[in-house]
Structures are given as C-alpha cells and as structure tokens.
C-alpha cells in the first residue's frame, strides 16, 4: 500500500477523532482533555498495540493517584516537619518514586512503569497549578483520569483500530 494512502487515512482519523474528544471533554466540563493526547501519544510511542492498552491505562491511573497521594503528604507534612520547601518536596518525591518503581516492577503484568510516571508527572503539574486556587483537587484527579482513559482508548485504540481496518479494506480492493 502507497505511503500517502496509510498516511491520509491515519491523518484523517486524528483529525476527526481526536478534536471531537476534545470538543466533547469541553461539553461536558472536563478541562483536562489535553491530558488524553499525551496518554494517546504514549500509546502510540508503546506500539499502539491493544494488549498494552490495560496495563497503560492502570499505569497512568496510579500515577494520576499517587500525584494526589504526594499532595496530600506536602500538606501534611510541610509545617510539621519545618524543613525548607524544596527539601521536602525532594524528599516526598523521592520516596514516592522509589515506592512507585517497586510496586510497578513487581507487578509488571498490571501496570506500566513509563505510564504510572508519565500520569503522575502530568497529574502532579495539573494539581500544582490548580491548588492555589482553592480548587477540589479530588475533582480534578477524576477528570484527569477521565481524560487519561480516553486518551488511550478513545484516540489512541480507536484510532489504529480503525486505521487497521481500513487500510485492510482498501488494501483487498485494490
């Protein structure tokens, strides 16, 4: 099959497909559908391959979680313990790295490694931004998760699926 023949059809569906998530993350209220094209995108990088696809989206749900668990700890422990913001911050974040490299090792059939530290870096940006404000964290913490779902089933399955399928259509034609 001609290059430009895989290449427009796959042009075309990220076009259609991928806006429309976005359009309809925004409907419906869901100001992190952004987070879905970096899920998509490490799904892609994976092998855009459905029998990762679990294993992507629990990886990135744990670390969308474990951001929120490492807020959590700065809050609690930042005025008990006194120690200068950038050292606690370093200490939380070490400790939470280590702990998420074991857990996700060793359990390596239920969660990708790449995607629990891609979903927690992305959460924990998210989370920094919004918190000054007053913001229900909880909240966003689901509509990151949301969009990190979508982005790998929605864009990034959906997508190659139906890649896969046309281009096994026109390639029987012609």
């Known amino acids: 099959m001609k290059k430009i ?7 075309l ?13 925004g409907v419906a209220g869901l100001m ?18 459905i029998k990762n696809a679990l294993k992507l989206t629990l990886g990135f749900l744990a670390g969308n979680f ?10 609690a422990l930042g005025p008990s313990l006194g120690l200068p913001e950038p050292v606690l911050l370093w200490l939380v974040l070490a400790v939470y790295a280590a702990i998420a490299v ?14 629990w530290l891609a979903g927690w ?6 989370l920094v931004m919004v918190a000054p404000s007053g913001a229900n964290l909880f909240t966003w913490v689901i509509h990151i998760g949301i969009a990190m779902i979508a982005g ?5 399955v959906l997508i190659t699926t139906l890649h896969g399928k046309i281009l ?7």
């Open 152 to 156: 790998v089933w929605v864009v990034g």
């Open 66 to 75: 474990w951001a929120f668990f490492v807020v959590l700890t700065l809050g």
């Open 32 to 49: 992190t559908g952004p987070v879905a094209l970096i899920c998509a995108g490490l799904y892609v990088i994976s092998g855009s391959e």
């Open 121 to 126: 870096a992305v959460t924990l940006q998210l």
């Open 13 to 25: 569906l990220v076009a259609l497909i991928a806006p429309t998530w976005a359009a309809l993350a």
């Open 168 to 174: 096994a259509s026109l390639s029987k034609k012609g």
């Open 102 to 115: 074991f857990i996700a090792c060793y359990l390596d059939k239920i969660f990708d490694l790449s995607a």
């Open 5 to 11: 023949t895989v290449v427009s059809m796959l042009a």
